[in-house]
Antibody, heavy 117, light 108 residues
Framework: EVQLVESGGGLVQPGGSLRLSCAASGFRFINYWMSWVRQAPGRRLEWVANIKQDGRKREYVDSVKGRFTISRDNAKNSLYLQMSSLRAEDAAVYYC??????????WGQGSLVIVSS | EIVLTQSPGTLSLSPGERATLSCRASQSVDQRFLAWYQQKPGQAPRLLIYDASRRATGIPDRFSGSGSGTDFTLTISRLEPEDLAVYHCQQYGSSPKTFGQGTKLEIK
């Protein structure tokens, strides 16, 4: 089955760190750019970061630059998002998403991140 | 950054009717790199349309997209009860990729 499965979400204090993982299966992971997209309650979807097939190019939305790091392990068919210096406004459901011919053509079920003391 | 504005905010229609959803960009979207997604309650978004008018795999032909430049439209003909969802537009022609705020479609 073609799918993406996120893990690693949870409750973290402001200023803390968290690492999200995304396990890909059913398709050739190494062929695709991959992204993280988040959705906070009552807010629009927000693209967070993406990474090229070989991991050599990464892009971030301005609000997370210097705090979040996207990475991938093609041998493990896995995508990661290391989040540090977390803020209340980072609280959201984080989705792992595959970039297809156009748009995000495959999404995970999401991982909830709560930032609260 | 390209800002996408969707209208209306909420649309309430009956089964069998046609829904027309709008997405307006603050500047021209390169090469019609615009997508539409359907997000049902409690689920992740699902790609419906990419490149403004191409249907994604498995999407019924009741869903169609059109537009270019700054104005784009998603049309759902012959509404069905399962079309209840929030619909999002997204541009991927320039970085950062951005989304609209969504249109909620209610089925009477």
């Amino acid at each position: 089955e073609v799918q993406l499965v996120e893990s690693g979400g949870g409750l973290v204090q402001p200023g803390g760190s968290l690492r999200l993982s995304c396990a890909a299966s059913g398709f050739r992971f190494i062929n695709y750019w991959m992204s993280w997209v988040r959705q906070a309650p009552g807010r629009r979807l927000e693209w967070v970061a993406n990474i090229k097939q070989d991991g050599r190019k990464r892009e971030y939305v301005d609000s997370v630059k210097g705090r979040f790091t996207i990475s991938r392990d093609n041998a493990k068919n896995s995508l990661y998002l290391q989040m540090s210096s977390l803020r209340a406004e980072d609280a959201a459901v984080y989705y792992c998403a595959r970039e297809g011919f156009g748009g995000f053509d495959l999404w995970g079920q999401g991982s909830l991140v709560i930032v609260s003391s | 950054e390209i800002v996408l504005t969707q209208s209306p905010g909420t649309l309430s229609l009956s089964p069998g009717e046609r829904a027309t959803l709008s997405c307006r960009a603050s500047q021209s979207v390169d090469q019609r790199f615009l997508a539409w997604y359907q997000q049902k309650p409690g689920q992740a978004p699902r790609l419906l349309i990419y490149d403004a008018s191409r249907r994604a795999t498995g999407i019924p032909d009741r869903f169609s997209g059109s537009g270019s430049g700054t104005d784009f439209t998603l049309t759902i003909s012959r509404l069905e009860p399962e079309d209840l969802a929030v619909y999002h537009c997204q541009q991927y022609g320039s970085s950062p990729k951005t989304f609209g705020q969504g249109t909620k479609l209610e089925i009477k």
